[in-house]
């Protein structure tokens, strides 16, 4: 019985569109057949209403039923529940104006019929997406909302929770664990709430972001039901998951101050790009604009090559092509993506070695964004054919024999925020040089070890061979 009322009340989402629909529409179609012309359209009226007012008695009961695991702000919720339920009277009132033909009072009725669908849809929206929802794009420009981040002068000073934690958390958990909403009945608005954890226990512990469902949810696989953020929410950005992962293993709490807490190398360097009101987000992985979709008959000869075709997100044309499946690219391979140049976004091509025709049919894929070569045979004078990929904001160039001096003639990749220079011949001397060539991007020298995380493995499963 409990799993058909759970199943009753999740239909909620549903059913509570129909009333909307139906509802609008019967307000609409009264005001206009006010005019003489339209008179005819009333039966049509009175139908809509009628439907409304069903679909919205069904639509309290489903949420009625919904509310009841407790997930929700019972202020707001009683709101939205008397809100709903005045909708469906009301409703229902109205139909039995028509029906007895009291028209007279219609259009006021009316009135206060689509103010509490207004108000109903805020306080849902509000249960759903977090507070001011529904206003938040009127009366809070993006200017301002960026400006909820206390700008940090002196990182070394900023206390590792409410200076650089808290911000990540309530940008992207508020949604569903808020005051407003506790989806699982876990909050992440405040220290107290995040220690207690949520219906299904901890979610943090000190020292172990492993084991730490706020951190490993987070590295999920993003097909798994668990992931969070959850489909279709903003996801935390790198930079993001590593503070994340940081301050949870590290043992920071929630009152130390950063200058107290080790800092290994490649969250230093994370932690001196907060000096600034917001934490750097990536660049967009993906070009403005549109694309043409490629040919299917390319896309199925690039993936008999072996290569890993795929879009980079729904309903996009943009593409990915991984050659990790083939040991020692060559040129004829290369040769194909002349064909996907368009689309080409990301691109992984490890352990090439490639002619200076193929690295220049690379260099004219100008929609890259992502571009990994490393331990490849790019050399000083072959990288110049890359000079012209201005939208490139990733580049891995680890293992390959190239100079600060090749460097120099990237320097017009104004966009580039991500440089791998790991066992090149960028000594670290010279990285101070080619800071200045590219201010903006994070130039990474490797020489540091880096934990072995249970997400750095997957497991790949033999395919499923038809009988």
Known sequence: ???????????????????????????????????????????????SFLLGALSAVFAC??????????EYD???????QWFGISVAILSLFLYGLIRIKKQRYLSNFSLLLFFGVLMTGHLGGTLT??????????????DSLKAKRKPIANVQEAVVFSDIIQPVLLDKCSGCHSAIKQKGGLRLDAMEWIVKGGKDGKVYIPGDAVHSDLYARVVMDPLEEKHMPPK?????????TQLIYWWINSGAGFTKKVKEVAQPEKIHAT?????????????????????????????????????????VAANSHFLSANFVSIPKPDNRTVALLSKIRAQLVWLKLGNAELSQASWKI???????????????????????LLSGLNQLHYLNLVGTAISAKGLQKLQKLTALENLYLGGTAVSASELAGLQ?????????????????????TQLLKAPVVKK
Not at 5 to 29: D, E, N, S
Not at 129 to 142: A, D, N, P, Q, V
Not at 362 to 384: F, Q, V, Y
Not at 436 to 456: M, W
Request: proline letters at 7%; one cysteine or more; a negative charge.
């Open 362 to 384: 690379i260099g004219e894929c100008n929609n890259l964004t992502r571009l990994s070569i490393e331990h490849t045979n790019l050399s000083d004078s072959s990288i110049a």
């Open 129 to 142: 997406h977090g507070e001011g929802y529904l206003t938040k794009g009127i009366f809070s420009s993006s």
């Open 1 to 47: 019985m409990n799993a058909l009322l759970t199943f009753f009340g999740r239909l909620h989402p549903l059913w509570v569109h129909l009333p909307i629909g139906f509802l609008l529409l019967a307000m609409g179609l009264l005001w206009l057949s006010r005019k003489p012309k339209y008179s005819g359209i009333l039966p049509a009226v009175e139908i």
């Open 436 to 456: 200045k060539i590219f201010p903006s991007a994070r130039l990474d020298a490797g020489n540091y070890k880096v934990e072995d995380l249970p997400t750095d």
């Open 271 to 311: 932690l001196l790009a907060l000096q600034s009101a917001t934490i750097p987000m990536k660049k967009p992985d993906i070009p403005d604009g549109m694309v043409d979709p490629a040919a299917q008959s390319i896309l199925d000869t690039l993936r008999e090559q072996g290569i890993a075709v795929l879009p």
């Open 74 to 80: 019972l202020d707001t919720l009683q709101y939205h």
């Open 61 to 70: 009961l489903s949420g009625w039923t919904l509310s009841s695991d407790g």
């Open 232 to 240: 279709g929410k903003t996801p935390l950005t790198e930079a993001e």
